[in-house]
């Protein structure tokens, strides 16, 4: 493995609004059916008097979570409104701190690492994966300044397209605890368009055949040190 680079900790401009965002999403998506369309970001960024970025991060954290589907230039749609399986016995009812993150960071990486090798070993179509990661270069480039949560969409076709239910299950369930935690922190994982070159990187060596240099790009991307620094910090 390269040196690991650690996540670059800085809180979240107007977290507060993110959480109660985050909150009456959840909540109107579980009171909702399988296949039932949510309103567009401006209604409901418009309903809840919050901006149409603010909506749109907590959708991505939703889409994260297995319990939404946003479908490109055609809305939103529920897939699971009780996100199971519970994601209680995970957290264990431990303090959300730099070294919970860090254990969190390690089980994901198990579980993103093996996803890779699946992938890479079975030698899918990256069709699709090569389609999204033009999306959210667009998106970035449409909006460079954006604050945010994070972005999962990447991982979460990459297990799709490996086929395996019991690890697209497992998957589901971390990344719904991964964004819980940061949230409740009131922290950020570092910078998105990093982790979207990082992402780019991983594919390149999946479409070149180099499965161990993909898991190790991934393991990279996702374990690595939880290091805190203010928003001064950062600044410098």
């Given amino acids: 493995m390269g040196e690991r680079r650690p996540f670059q900790i800085i809180p979240i401009r107007q977290v507060d609004v993110y959480r109660e965002v985050l909150r009456q999403l959840d909540g109107l ?16 960024a418009e309903q809840l008097n919050v901006s149409r970025v603010s909506v749109r991060e907590a959708l991505r954290a939703l889409e994260s979570m297995g319990k939404v589907e946003i479908r490109r230039n055609a809305g939103t749609y529920v897939l699971d409104p009780n996100g199971s399986p519970p994601i209680e016995p995970l957290r264990m009812g431990l303090p959300v701190d730099a070294r919970y993150l860090q254990w969190l960071a390690e089980l994901r990486s198990a579980i993103e690492t093996k996803v890779v090798e699946l992938v890479g070993r079975q030698k899918v179509d990256l069709t699709p994966v090569w389609a999204l990661l033009r999306q959210a270069g667009d998106e970035l480039a449409a909006r460079p300044g954006e604050d945010g949560m994070m972005d999962m969409r990447f991982e979460v076709l ?45 594919l390149e060596a999946l479409e070149a055949g180099d499965v161990d240099r993909a898991m190790e790009l991934m393991h990279d991307h996702v374990d690595r040190p939880v290091v805190e620094r203010t928003e001064e910090d950062a600044s410098r």
Avoid: K, T, Y
Wanted: aromatic share 4%; hydrophobic share 45%; net charge neutral.
């Fill in 29 to 44: 998506v579980s009171s909702l059916r399988p296949g039932e369309r949510l309103g567009s970001e401006r209604e409901l």
């Fill in 158 to 202: 990459l297990a799709r397209l490996a086929g395996n239910p019991l690890l697209i299950q497992m998957q589901r369930m971390v990344h719904r605890l991964w964004v819980a935690s940061w949230a409740e922190a009131g922290l950020s994982p570092g910078d998105r368009h990093l982790f979207h070159a990082e992402h780019e990187g991983i």
